[in-house]
């Protein structure tokens, strides 16, 4: 559980999170979505602790410091040691060296043996994103945070995230961001749209019935 309490964030005094309040459930894929520049990025930064807030963000009672090892996130610009191998660079993400299992991340398919042997320097964005993904799953971490990684990914790779994300949901909370709505419509648990600084929660998305992008447009259009 991650529990927010009146969070508000402004840049140079202009509002983008106003006093939210939430709980985001644990074993369930939550789904942030809202317009460019609505302050997605911003929220989950306020929860990793890169931004200061007003508010309260615990999880499960605890403050970020004492469960760091158990949150993984996923960025665009994933920090990668660009001398080192996919291998090396996958063995310093693991908050502990035994979860590093070779044939495991072979078997995962997302990266071939010869392609984790290469320099990261060379990889391609999605091949990074890749290895990040690598990473989470052999973490199994408590709490996965992953902003737009759907981006740049072939469908390939986009069909078996899916199926890595629902497995990963089984003992992770998971929150996302992104715009790509098809690709988490089959997969989205809890719903969170951002709109002018604040969050409506629509919990069990599945049951509902309407699409991603139908509640998008109600939530966002009726509100200018
Ligand atoms: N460091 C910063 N200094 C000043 N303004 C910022 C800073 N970071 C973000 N902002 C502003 O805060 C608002 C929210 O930005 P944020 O990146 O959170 O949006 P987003 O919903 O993730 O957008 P997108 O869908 O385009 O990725 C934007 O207007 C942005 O310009």
Redesign the pocket.
């Known amino acids: 559980m991650i529990e927010v309490n009146n969070l508000s964030k402004s ?2 005094n ?1 509002p ?1 999170l106003k006093n939210i309040s939430l709980n985001l459930k644990g074993n369930r894929i939550h789904f ?1 979505m ?12 306020c929860l990793l602790g890169l ?1 200061h807030y007003e508010g309260t963000i615990t999880y499960s009672g605890k403050v970020l410091e004492d469960v760091r090892k158990s949150i993984f996130a996923i960025f665009d610009d994933i920090p990668l040691y660009n001398d080192l191998n996919g291998f090396q660079n996958i063995r310093l993400m693991l908050s502990d060296k035994k979860f590093f299992d070779k044939n495991y991340i072979l078997e995962l398919g997302l990266l071939t043996d010869q392609k984790l042997k290469e320099y990261v320097k060379n990889y391609s964005l999605g091949e990074r994103k890749k290895l990040a993904l690598i990473a989470a799953i052999l973490n199994k971490p408590r709490y996965l945070i992953i ?2 990684i759907s981006n740049g990914l072939d469908i390939e790779t986009l069909e078996s995230l899916q199926e890595k994300l629902n497995d990963l949901s089984h003992h992770s909370l998971i929150l996302a ?3 790509h709505f098809e690709f988490y419509e089959n997969i989205v648990n809890e719903l969170l749209v ?1 709109n002018v600084g604040t969050i409506t929660h629509i919990s069990n998305y599945k049951k509902g019935g309407d699409k991603l992008y139908e509640i998008y447009k109600q939530y966002i259009t009726s509100s200018k």
């Open positions: 840049y140079a202009i983008v942030i809202g317009k460019n520049g609505s302050g997605k990025t911003t929220f989950i930064k931004e902003d737009e961001t992104g715009h951002l």
